[in-house]
């Protein structure tokens, strides 16, 4: 689920909620302005959730509550929605959010759908740039996004030689280890990211290479490496997974003026 999902989902809650009395008649005029779902921190140990959002520390006092009671009430409204596998509530009103597998996972196939736009600017068409190699410095962060890109190209081609087929079928909600949820959830935020930092060419920047960290860090045994392995079905997923980091590093790219390598 993509961050303006998520937020049309709890816009329902809310709205249910207000319909019900247990919230007030304004919280069925709509969220606050602005970005409202984030990931969870990735560096953070233990954590399981998916997604955070700070909508109840920020709405509260529009409706009169306090930031913990309104959270309360739309985590329970989210436990009842089907996409949603879990919802914890902090002391502070922050709420954090598990979506079920099949939904998190839903992202590869509309990513891979709508690879020529995913993530670019508005209505942009796609053009990946030209580069001579070694135009860029060592030290050049937008060359490591470069690089991990060229892997994943690389990893394709091999799990494809070892007979691993992308087939749209393929069951990605088995995707569900640690780093293959955080790729999850960074495919489905990295076009609210860019757009909410449009014009700021570091925070774009970090976007894109924050994507290419979590990339390098999808290691063996869970990257789609085959080798002294019988193919399984679990294979396919992780290509489809591969392909779908690589579209949006490539537009990612394309979006920061950077070509996308398919071997460096």
Not at 51 to 61: E, K
Not at 180 to 193: K, N, T
């Amino acid at each position: 689920m993509t961050p303006e999902q998520l937020r049309a989902l709890l816009e329902q809650v809310a709205a249910e909620a207000a319909h019900s009395g247990e919230l007030p008649g304004a919280a069925a005029a709509g969220l606050p302005e602005g970005a409202i779902f984030r990931p969870t921190d990735t560096r953070a140990a233990g954590v399981v959730a998916d997604w955070v959002t700070p909508v109840a520390q920020r709405w509260a006092s529009q409706l009169g509550l306090g930031a913990r009671d309104l959270a309360r009430v739309l985590a329970q409204g989210l436990t009842l929605q089907k996409p949603v596998a879990a919802v914890e509530v902090a002391p502070s009103g922050l709420i954090a959010l598990t979506l079920e597998d099949a939904s998190r996972s839903a992202i590869v196939a509309h990513v891979l759908e709508h690879q020529d736009e995913y993530a670019l600017d508005g209505g942009a068409v796609l053009h990946v740039p030209a580069e001579a190699p070694g135009s860029r410095a060592p030290g050049d962060p937008v060359l490591g996004a470069q690089l991990a890109h060229a892997r994943l190209c690389r990893l394709i081609r091999n799990a494809e030689a070892a007979g691993v087929e992308r087939r749209a079928s393929a069951r990605v909600e088995r995707l569900t280890h640690v780093i293959e949820r955080h790729l999850l959830v960074a495919l489905a935020d990295l076009p609210q990211r860019l757009d909410t930092h449009a014009g700021d060419d570091v925070q774009q920047r970090r976007a894109v290479t924050d994507l290419a960290d979590l990339a390098n860090g999808w290691d063996h045994p869970l990257r789609p490496a085959v080798v002294d392995e019988p193919v399984r079905s679990v294979h396919g997923a992780r290509v489809l997974l591969a392909d779908a980091v690589r579209v949006v590093l490539r537009n990612g790219l394309a979006r920061l003026g950077a070509s996308a390598p398919e071997r460096m």
